[in-house]
């Protein structure tokens, strides 16, 4: 009996062909449907340093300042680079030891090696092994994903970044590098910058965008908001401020079109919401923040008043943003969850102390009590000036569970606060009634003395 219905059962997965594609459909019909824990890092170019060194990189960790040139040799004042690969083999560690379902890595400085973006990176170790990659006769195991024990539980996704000519890493800069756990069904599609109207040029946009759409419809929005400059007109310019405001209007109506479904939209976002989120919303720098919106003597005030602050805290992009939350029907996971709470991930002090690294959630999320989570870690940053940022949702079926515990604790306690006050009242009745009655019989007394 055992036998047959254990046949039945793959004769029914794939109507009688194929047994093999069978046991595959059900493995994968056992895997999860969408992630449900979430982690996310701006890495602050981590992927690339075991490689190459930015310019004038400055490190928090070291607190020295980089300026060898790729290809050249150590300047002095800049860590080696088994200091930058121990960083990551932590950052890796930390990943493999919290499996979490999705990892979320921005400004990596890894690009593809084609002009439209469209094919995977094929030199770089993150993702292959050897020199051209493994297609070219690398091998598997010389792959830093396999290295730090990660091959075996994830899969790797890039925003595929073009190098288009010697000494042009910035069009990377940006680069996303997205792990999804294998015990996560695989996505069912996969859309960039370019598949959400921002066409205007690869390097333009810096691969800032990475969205999966898993099987049951939920999706999963990455993305790397361009910081727009410090408080002159010398670093925020109007191309920058316009470049900002176009991404931000494009993402805007891709999340307003996935309103009705289940999604987050998380990443560095360089923007703090409100006074909670940014060290001049902190009690008595009201000063300071008044001077930043002023003009300056020497001209290099931005023109505009609203586009004028301290890093990620102007007025357009403050408004910008909640204007995109609300007509996404979005909720910020952390700041619904600690409402009166300051803490910032980005906890350096260049360019400010900052809370700029989000998860936005969708309000059907919240409405089914899926938000279990969301956690900031200023003590691991890894190198990076922004730390880890966490969340964790509820499976429908826990959020049905959790829903119906809160509830009946809620009847409980209900009953129990009513049963409390009625016996309050009694005991106060039984009281007054004992006073009464020993007035009563102090005044027989004295009437009968006298």
């Not at 902190?282 to 609203?306: F, L, N, W």
């Not at 829903?403 to 009694?426: A, C, I, Q, R, W």
Request: charged share 30%; glycine share 8%.
């Amino acid at each position: 009996g055992t036998s047959f219905s254990l046949s039945h059962r793959i004769m029914s997965l794939n109507g009688g062909k194929n047994k093999n594609k069978g046991f595959a459909n059900a493995k994968l019909q056992r895997k999860l449907p969408q992630p449900r824990t979430f982690f996310q890092l701006n890495c602050n170019g981590l992927f690339e340093h075991p490689r190459f060194c930015r310019n004038s990189r400055y490190d928090f960790t070291t607190k020295t300042i980089s300026t060898r040139r790729s290809g050249e040799g150590e300047c002095g004042c800049c860590p080696p680079d088994s200091y930058y690969e121990a960083e990551l083999k932590k950052v890796f560690e930390y990943v493999r030891k919290n499996q979490f379902h999705l990892c979320y890595f921005s400004e990596t400085w890894v690009y593809g090696e084609d002009a439209k973006g469209t094919q995977p990176v094929t030199e770089h170790p993150l993702s292959c092994g050897g020199p051209g990659g493994a297609q070219n006769g690398g091998r598997e195991e010389e792959t830093w994903l396999h290295k730090y024990g990660l091959s075996e539980t994830y899969r790797a996704y890039f925003s595929l970044q073009h190098r288009n000519y010697f000494g042009s890493r910035d069009t990377a800069w940006a680069g996303n590098v997205v792990f999804v756990h294998k015990d996560v069904q695989p996505p069912v599609k996969i859309l960039r910058h370019a598949d959400i109207g921002l066409t205007q040029g690869n390097a333009q946009y810096q691969g800032r965008y990475l969205e999966f759409e898993f099987p049951d419809g939920f999706h999963v929005l990455t993305t790397y908001m361009p910081f727009s400059g410090f408080n002159d007109n010398r670093s925020r310019t109007k191309k920058k401020i316009a470049l900002r405001k176009t991404l931000d209007l494009a993402v805007r109506e891709r999340l307003v079109q996935l309103r009705e479904k289940e999604f987050v939209w998380m990443g560095d976002l360089n923007v703090s919401p409100g006074p909670l989120d940014h060290f001049l919303g902190e009690p008595g720098r009201e000063d300071e923040y008044a001077m930043s919106m002023q003009e300056k003597q020497d001209g290099t005030h931005i023109e505009d008043i609203d586009d004028r602050g301290e890093c990620g805290y102007t007025p357009n992009l403050k408004k910008r943003f909640h204007e995109t939350v609300r007509l996404a029907d979005g909720v910020d996971a952390f700041r619904h969850l600690s409402p009166y709470t300051r803490i910032y991930t980005q906890p350096h002090p260049a360019p400010g102390i900052t809370r700029w690294d989000h998860y936005i959630v969708s309000k059907k999320i919240i409405e089914e009590n899926r938000l279990e989570e969301c956690e900031i870690y200023p003590d691991k940053c890894f190198s990076s000036d922004h730390c880890v940022v966490t969340m964790k949702l509820r499976s429908a079926s826990e959020a049905a569970t959790n829903s119906s515990k809160k509830k009946k604790v809620f009847e409980e306690n209900d009953d129990d606060s009513k049963n409390s006050k009625n016996m309050s009242m009694l005991e106060q009745l039984r009281a007054t009634s004992i006073d009464m009655q020993q007035l009563r019989a102090k005044r027989l007394k004295r009437f009968a003395n006298q």
